[in-house]
């Protein structure tokens, strides 16, 4: 499917599902993942990059030269969910890629693009494109109503979002439940416990548990098996509990906690960021109108998502924002994160003076977080 180039949105969770047992060595920092595609229809000199769904940035880019493009580098941890993606002239494409430090074919025409891109090469990518077929036409159908929903006169958008959003919630409800079922038959595979982080909180828990238990010790030990051992061991903090506190450093290299920052008398609104996510970024200049209209009533505190210092590091000298950041090394695995179930940047959880939960904003939307925290200031 070719897509007229979309305004920027807020992209909802990928099916992932496998097939066959995945067969994942051990990390070795001395790995690569060698991408090598084929592609034809698009233009000499496209340019085709690797986005992270985990760090919300690009980690590779490449060329098409010939109808040729090559990537190489190296996963942490691996394995990780990738969008491959570009854009040649008024045309965006993408393809998700589930993959390790693996060596890659992939080939396509423009018009195969999401859902019927073929490679070859990883066992894991391999499973999960096979299994993709579930929820092909799904996802299809959602991709055609989204963008084409972004390509309309904002007055069409006004008039048509109650509308769009109900078709697009009735897909992604049996898209859901397709996945649930697939989770449940299925425990030899990445994709499967991946699914299972995303929808963990639709499943009863001592039906996670059970799943859980059946998966194989590598998938158990895997980053995704963290997420929902932690998930079991203890409760996701809610609306009304008190506030869990965590710790990190601050960019002077100083340990500090969000304890340490909270005020007795003020609300303190936590911001649950990441360096190159497009709506936190968004987000910066309301967020600092916010801080400058309530110094007395409200203090902030950004906590990164962004596994490397680096990214982290840029961010705050890029963004310029006056309250302190917060930095812990372990990005979306980190304990704090999955206990407040910080899924999706940018993620906003308001603190009461007394230290209880009062409200949670997912996302971000011009003007929402700023009328949502009127009742509270």
């Known amino acids: 499917m070719i897509l007229q180039k979309p305004s920027l949105f807020v992209f909802a969770f990928l099916t992932l599902i496998g097939c066959k047992p995945d067969q994942q060595k051990a990390p070795n920092q001395n790995e690569i993942y060698q991408i090598t595609g084929n ?75 999401a859902w019927n891109v073929k490679t070859l090469g990883s066992t894991i990518d391999a499973n999960y494109r096979k299994s993709m077929d579930i929820t092909k036409e799904l996802n299809i159908r959602r991709d055609s109503l989204i963008f084409g929903y972004h390509a ?35 425990n030899d595979n990445y994709a499967s416990i991946l699914n299972l982080t995303f929808l963990k909180d639709e499943i009863p828990r001592d039906s996670v548990e059970l799943i859980f238990n059946d998966y194989t010790d590598e998938l158990k030990q895997s980053k995704f098996g963290r997420i ?37 008398n003020k609300f303190l609104l936590i911001n649950f960021t990441s360096a190159y996510c497009g709506f936190c970024i968004r987000a910066t200049d309301e967020l600092k109108a916010i801080y400058n209209q309530h110094q007395k009533s409200l203090n902030i505190v950004d906590f990164s998502a962004d596994p490397q210092k680096k990214d982290w590091l840029h ?35 308001l603190i009461s003076p007394d230290g209880k939960i009062v409200d949670r904003w997912v996302g971000y939307k011009e003007g929402e977080l700023e009328k949502g925290l009127e009742k509270y200031l």
Do not use: C
Not at 49 to 58: D, G, K, Q, V, W
Not at 93 to 112: C, M, Q, R
Not at 163 to 182: L, Q
């Open 315 to 349: 961010s705050i000298e890029r963004d310029g924002n006056q309250w302190p950041s917060l930095w812990d090394g372990q990005g979306r695995y980190s304990e704090s994160a999955i206990r407040y179930n910080f899924s999706v940047t940018p993620t906003f959880l």
């Open 152 to 186: 309309l006169p904002v007055a069409q958008k006004e008039a048509t979002r109650e509308r769009f959003m109900e078709s697009v919630g009735n897909i992604d409800s049996v898209t859901r439940n397709k996945t649930i079922k697939y989770i449940k038959e299925n």
């Open 228 to 264: 929902i051992k932690i998930y079991l061991e203890s409760n996701h903090i809610a609306k009304g509990d008190p506030y869990l506190n965590f710790e990190g450093i601050k960019k002077s290299g100083e340990k500090s906690s969000l304890a340490g920052l909270k005020e007795d």
């Open 39 to 113: 592609v034809t229809g698009f233009t000499e000199g496209t340019k085709f990059y690797l986005y992270s769904l985990e760090t919300n940035a690009n980690v590779d880019s490449a060329l098409v030269k010939n109808n040729e493009f090559r990537m190489e580098g190296h996963i942490v941890n691996p394995p990780t969910l990738f969008w491959l993606r570009a854009t040649d002239g008024e045309d965006y494409v993408y393809t998700p890629l589930l993959i390790g430090n693996d060596d890659l074919e992939l080939s396509a025409n423009k018009k195969d693009f």
